[in-house]
């Protein structure tokens, strides 16, 4: 925890701080949502809907608990203020997050496979085949990483490559099925 909030304070833009204000907020609330909480608030329910919540007290798991309390933690350590009356999040990749099945949780560092030269790859709601298909890399593209790892999978995302960094797809890619890609250039 202590080496997540010390990378989390190394940013090295208010902007960069924000973007990742906003990625900490939608993670700890996804949990929530999973969980059944009703959101009150103009964004919560603009990200989250308003339907079906069981209440405004829910019970997580004890590793949720855990998830929730970090990422509280790197909240307040990056003096996080995410407007909740705006009706929309900077978070570039929420068409895709809001088709998964498993939560990703943000990893201190980010890196990228820029120039994937490995094969079509299918990325998964969630950390298993048996998910729904929600995303594709395809080679030339760029690959992201900045979550951690579970089980064997690993959650991405896509850019079309040359310098457009737009998130076109992603999705939980099984990277043990996968094996160690070569990348035109490595970033991260």
Not at 134 to 151: C, D, K, M, N, R
Not at 164 to 188: F, H, K, L
């Amino acid at each position: 925890m202590k080496r997540l909030l010390s990378a989390l304070a190394l940013l090295a833009s208010p902007a960069a701080a924000s973007d990742y204000c906003h990625e900490l907020w939608y993670t700890r609330n996804a949990i929530m949502h999973q969980a059944g909480y009703c959101f009150g608030s103009v964004l919560g329910q603009a990200v989250f809907g308003t339907g079906p919540c069981i209440g405004k007290s829910v019970t997580l798991s004890p590793e949720d608990n855990q998830t929730v309390a970090r990422l509280r933690a790197a909240e307040k350590e990056l003096s996080c203020r995410v407007n909740t009356k705006q009706p929309h999040l900077e978070l570039d990749d929420l068409f895709v997050r809001r088709q998964l099945w498993d939560v990703p949780i943000p990893d201190e560092g980010e890196s990228a496979c820029i120039g994937w030269m490995g094969p079509e790859v299918i990325l998964h709601a969630g950390q298993g085949a048996d998910t729904p298909v929600v995303g594709l890399i395809l080679p030339g593209q760029t690959v992201s990483y900045g979550h951690w790892p579970g089980a064997g999978w690993t959650y991405v995302t896509v850019s079309p490559g040359q310098g457009d960094w737009r998130t076109i797809s992603g999705g939980w890619m099984n990277y043990e099925r996968i094996g160690e890609v070569p990348c035109q250039q490595y970033a991260g």
